[in-house]
């Protein structure tokens, strides 16, 4: 595959995949901009290192799957720079270690503004990018990297967020945390679900190698399922504004990825043991609910802060 080096660093950095970091920044800045306490440099700040950690995590699965053995040439998913011969393994790794050294100078600023739990909180997330697929127990490999997705692209991502403007926690923010953690966690289920096969061959011990196809994808459903509970609760009990169900245009975008999983899900039960399924075809439900998650983020801060405003009647 020939490519120019820029080009190669964006396949390494994976954009599409960007809207698990950001969702949570946009969400939380307008349920703080609803609440009076939106701080723009913060929460541009907030933004910035939420998008390195991800890069980092980026990165570092790049590398490390490749050292491990998770990424062959039978990979389905979308090219992988080290596998595929475009970047060599070393500068893969300085790519992650730069990264990382980015979200510190940011991290160094956000805990001028907001103190030492921002010191705590950044060193974790950034210990978990590396350990999600390196260091002696990588979390991806022993079937934690749902665990490590809702929590830190959830409700780390975007409680920190809010704290870092208001300088306090916001069971609301926590809230359309779980919310977003769920979704964000959706994604990494339509990649294990893709991935499930090869996975299990590589010996990356995910939910879907555990407990197969019908688990998985009923763990897609019950995320989404999650993802849509948080703005009912907080309409119901913390009185959010109604607006806040834009947020459930992501769910709707993720209706065609739904159908794919299905399909391969039916394909699979249907050719028994030694039937074939063409797991290529969930790429583009990985990318729909990549989307969905963008939709959904988003349409948590702009319908917070509408709310807030008192447009078109809302209050």
Sequence with gaps: MQVTRTQAWILAIRPRTLSAGAAPVV??????????????????????????IQIATNLANDYYDFVKGGDTGERLGPV?????????????????????????????????????????????????????????YPLSYNGLGDVFVFVFFGLVATATTYYVQAGAWSAGAILAGAGLGAFSTAMLVVNNLRDRETDGAAGKRTLAVRFGDRFTVVQYFVCLT????????????????????????????????????LGVLAAGMAGGEHGTVDRRTLNPALAMTARGLALYGAGLGVGALVGSMGLFGAS
Aim: net charge positive.
């Design 80 to 136: 992988r720079v080290t596998q595929a011969g475009i970047l060599p393994p070393k500068a893969v790794f300085g790519g992650m270690v730069v990264t990382l050294a980015l979200a510190t100078l940011v991290g160094v600023y956000l805990a001028l503004v907001a103190g030492w739990p921002v010191i705590v909180i950044g060193l974790v997330s950034m210990l978990m990018a590396v350990c999600y697929t390196g260091g002696p």
């Design 226 to 261: 999650g993802a849509a509970a948080a703005p009912v609760v907080g309409f119901t009990l913390m009185g959010w504004s109604p607006w806040t169900y834009l947020s459930l245009l992501g769910l709707v975008a993720c209706v065609p990825a739904a159908s794919r999983i």
């Design 27 to 52: 969400a939380a800045s307008g349920l703080a901009a609803a609440d009076g306490v939106f701080a723009q440099l913060p929460a541009l700040a907030a933004l910035a290192g939420a998008l390195l």
